[in-house]
């Protein structure tokens, strides 16, 4: 009943964030999640949506396996290399269906580049698909989010991780292309 209360309360927090930065899309009321400070989300997510994820028993929540950790970890040290101090925080996953770790990054800018994790390469491969070429609207098999950015996006993409990063810091930019390739999706720099 306590973890209930808990992610319940964490489910209201964002609840209550509806209405600000709103876009309307199509004949759906306006309903918009200031989520990571780096957008704004307009989702058609039903209301057994947020019961489900408000009724998630802990043992349900991601957890971030010692392979991931490794991926996450070598992204840091590559930042960290281009001295960058790096935290990583893991997170409720969000937008995409990975597992979620958040790159803070402070030296030269500060920037935060979001991993999302995946378990199975398919799923990993599905989640790729569903992002459109600029970004900005990702059409997942239950529901379609547009995302106002408030900086440029840019996605990348590595055997089971989806990395995502919204700025335009040349150094970042160049770094991740170095160790992932061309960006499969979001603007250009």
């Known amino acids: 009943m306590g973890k209930t209360i808990i992610v ?9 964030l509806v209405g600000y930065g709103t876009k309307t899309a ?22 057994e949506t947020y019961d489900e994820i408000a009724t998630m028993e802990e043992s349900e929540s991601p957890q971030i396996r010692e392979t991931e950790s ?3 970890n070598t992204l840091a040290g590559s930042f960290k290399e281009k001295d960058y101090e790096v935290s990583i925080e893991h997170a409720e996953p969000e937008i995409l269906r990975g ?3 958040i790159l803070s990054l402070s030296g030269l800018s500060e920037d935060r580049i979001t991993v999302y994790l995946y378990d199975d390469i398919t799923l990993a491969q599905d ?6 070429k ?7 098999p239950e529901q379609t989010i547009y995302v106002t950015w408030k900086s440029v ?4 993409y590595q055997d089971k991780a989806i990395i995502e ?3 335009m810091d040349n150094t970042i930019l160049m770094l991740l292309t170095e160790l992932y390739g061309e960006q499969f999706a979001g603007g250009t720099y």
């Open 8 to 16: 319940t309360l964490k489910l209201l927090l964002m609840l209550s």
């Open 70 to 72: 490794e991926f996450v």
């Open 99 to 101: 597992e979620r770790c």
């Open 165 to 167: 990063y919204v700025g």
């Open 127 to 132: 989640d790729v698909l569903c992002i459109d």
């Open 26 to 47: 199509g004949n759906r009321s306006p309903a918009a999640d200031t989520i990571n400070n780096n957008f704004v989300v307009d989702t058609e997510k039903t209301q």
């Open 153 to 156: 996006p840019h996605y990348y």
């Open 134 to 140: 600029s970004g900005t609207t990702i059409t997942l």
